[in-house]
C-alpha cells in the first residue's frame, strides 16, 4: 500500500524494530509485511527517544513511521497525573488529521483504551470541548483551532511525550509556524519532538532549530523514485474551451477509474464540477470552503466508489489516498513546484501506476519549468488526434536536457532537441494492459505492431496519445 522504493542496506522485519506485540497484531491485520524505508530508519531512533527529522512525502509510510512509536509509547503507562494528551499531532490540513487519526485507530486498536480526538478548524466547539473535557492519548490537530482551545485554558499538556508535525513545510507555506510555535512553548520541554516534511530547506532547518534537540535527520527517497510510477503527461492547450475538450477526452478513457482533476481555485472547482455533473458524469468539488460535514462526505463517495471525478484545489486535497485514483488531472499548473508531486502522488497509490495529465498553455512556461526542475523530470508532450494544440512549442536545451518552451512561431522547423525528445518519451510514456494473449504489457492493451497506433512519434516533438476512449470509436 505504499510506494515501492529500494530497501537498500535497511531490510528488517517489523519484528526486529523492538514495537509492542500489539502494534505488531495492527500491522499484520492492515497486511502490512515489511516496514517502509522510512520506517525502518524512524522508528528506531524514536523508540531511543532521539528527535527526529525526515523527508519524506505522503506515500512513503511516513505517518506509520511516527504512529507506530508513538503507539509504543502509549503501551507503557504514565505516572503523571492529569488527562491531557500524552501524544500530540499538528497538520497543516484538516484532511491530512484524520488520515492520522484513523492511522492511529487502525495501529492501537489491540492496546488498550487508546483515545484518538481529532481538533479541527471548521468543526464545532461545543463537541471539541466535550472531547477535551476526557482524557486524551492522541490528540491530532491542526495549529489554529488548537491555538483556540490552549488560550481558553482546555488543554493540559503536563502528560505530552511526543510531539509530531506532519508536512511542516506546508504548514510553514501556510504560515501556521508561529501558531506551532506558540503551541510548542506551551509543551514541556522534555517532550521528543518529530518534524516530517516533504523537504528538508533552510526554512524548515530554522523551525528544527528552534524545536527540536539534536534531531537525527533522515532523508528516504529523491522526487524521482517518488515518482517512477506515475506516467507523466503535458498537454498544450490553446484556451480554455479547449483544456474542456481535452479534458472531457481524457474522463472518456476507459482506463480512467477515479479521477482528481485540480484548479487553481475553489470558484474554478465548483465551476468545472458543475459542467462536468452537467454532462452527466458522477462528480463531486472538494475545497476549503466547504464545511466539514460536506467534505467528509464526498471524500467517502470517493472512497466507496460513488465519485469518479473530484474536482479540487490543492489543500483539500492534501493527503487523499484512494487506490483506485488511476489518473491526476491538472486542468491548472500548480502555483508550486511542490504542490505538483503532492497532486500527482494521489495516483499511483498501493503500488498500481498511474496517469498524470497536465494541461499547459503558453504562460505557463516558467511553471513548467520549475515543475520540471523540482522534479528531475521532463513531462512529455502529447496531442490528442483532432484535438492538437494550435500553436507549437519549441524544445531547448536546459542544462543538457531538453525542456519545452513556448513562442515558437507555427511554421518553424523543430529545434535538434525534439528528436531525442521523442525517442526518449517514448520509452517512458507507456500505459498498461493486455495484449491479445492476455499478457499483460505496456502500450495500451495492444501488440508490440499496433503500438504506433496508440503513441505515434511526430516531428514536433509530441506523442499522439489515445486514451482508449470508447467515445472515439
Ligand atoms: P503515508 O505515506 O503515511 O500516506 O502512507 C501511504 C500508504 O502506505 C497508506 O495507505 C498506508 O496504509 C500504507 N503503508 C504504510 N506502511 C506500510 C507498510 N509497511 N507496508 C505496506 N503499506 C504501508
Known amino acids: ?44 531512533e524514536l523508540i531511543a527517544g532521539h528527535d527526529v527529522m525526515a523527508s519524506a512525502q505522503t506515500g512513503t509510510g511516513k505517518t506509520a513511521a511516527f504512529m507506530l512509536p508513538a503507539l509504543n509509547l502509549l503501551a507503557t503507562p504514565v505516572k503523571t497525573p492529569g488527562r491531557g494528551p500524552r501524544i500530540l499531532v499538528l497538520t497543516p490540513t484538516r484532511e491530512l488529521a484524520l488520515q492520522v487519526s484513523e492511522a492511529a485507530m487502525k495501529y492501537g486498536k489491540y492496546l488498550p ?117 506515475i506516467e507523466q503527461r503535458l498537454h498544450y492547450v490553446d484556451d480554455l474551451s479547449h483544456k474542456n475538450r481535452l479534458l472531457n477526452h481524457v474522463l472518456g478513457d476507459e482506463k480512467l477509474k477515479q479521477a482528481i482533476v485540480f484548479t487553481a481555485t475553489k470558484r474554478d472547482a465548483d465551476t468545472l464540477a458543475d459542467n462536468l455533473y452537467a454532462q452527466g458524469h458522477a462528480v463531486a468539488a472538494l475545497h476549503g470552503d466547504m464545511n466539514q460535514r460536506e467534505r467528509t462526505r464526498t ?14 484545489t490543492d489543500v483539500a486535497a492534501r ?27 494521489r495516483t499511483g497509490r498501493a503500488g498500481a501506476e498511474g496517469i ?41 536545451g536546459n542544462g543538457g536536457k ?9 511554421k518553424r522547423s523543430p529545434s535538434p532537441f525534439s528528436a531525442n525528445r521523442d525517442q526518449r518519451s517514448f520509452a517512458v510514456a507507456n500505459e498498461f494492459g493486455r495484449n491479445s494473449n492476455g499478457q499483460r504489457v505496456r502500450g495500451g492493451g495492444l501488440d508490440q505492431n499496433n503500438r504506433s497506433n496508440a503513441f505515434r512519434n511526430n516531428s514536433s516533438g509530441f506523442k499522439t496519445t489515445q486514451y482508449s476512449s470508447a467515445r472515439g470509436k
Do not use: C, W
Open 319 to 345: 493527503g487523499i489516498d484512494v487506490p483506485d485514483i488511476t489518473h491526476v488531472i491538472n486542468f491548472d499548473l500548480p502555483k508550486f513546484a511542490e504542490d505538483y508531486v503532492h497532486r500527482i502522488g
Open 113 to 229: 483504551r487508546i483515545k484518538v480526538v481529532s481538533i479541527l478548524g471548521g468543526m464545532p466547539y461545543p463537541l471539541q470541548n466535550r472531547l477535551l473535557s476526557q482524557p486524551v492519548d492522541i490528540l491530532v490537530a491542526t495549529p489554529g483551532r488548537l491555538i483556540d482551545h490552549l488560550q481558553r485554558g482546555r488543554i493540559d499538556f503536563k502528560r505530552l511525550q511526543m510531539m509530531v508535525l506532519d508536512e511542516a513545510d506546508r504548514m510553514l507555506d501556510m504560515g501556521f509556524i508561529e501558531d506551532v510555535e506558540t503551541i510548542a512553548a506551551a509543551t514541556p520541554a522534555t517532550r521528543q519532538t518529530l518534524l516530517f516534511s516533504a523537504t528538508l530547506d533552510d526554512a524548515i532547518n530554522k523551525v528544527a532549530s528552534k524545536l527540536l534537540k539534536s534531531p537525527k535527520r533522515i532523508q528516504v527517497a529523491s522526487q524521482k523514485s517518488k515518482l517512477e510510477n
Open 402 to 410: 531538453d525542456t519545452p518552451s513556448f513562442g515558437q512561431k507555427r
Open 299 to 312: 471524500l467517502t463517495r470517493l472512497r466507496n466508489g460513488g465519485l469518479r471525478v473530484l474536482v479540487a
Open 1 to 44: 500500500m505504499y510506494i515501492q522504493l529500494p530497501l537498500g542496506k535497511y531490510n528488517v522485519s517489523f519484528e526486529a524494530l523492538n514495537l509492542n506485540p500489539s502494534i505488531i497484531k495492527a500491522i499484520q491485520d492492515a497486511g502490512y509485511t515489511a516496514p517502509t524505508p522510512i520506517q525502518q530508519q524512524a522508528i528506531p
Open 356 to 396: 498524470a495529465v497536465s494541461f499547459a498553455s503558453q504562460k505557463d512556461s516558467t511553471h513548467l519549468t520549475r515543475i520540471e526542475r523540482y522534479t528531475g523530470q521532463r513531462i512529455d508532450a502529447h496531442t490528442i488526434p483532432g484535438l492538437e494544440p494550435r500553436f507549437k512549442p519549441r524544445f531547448k
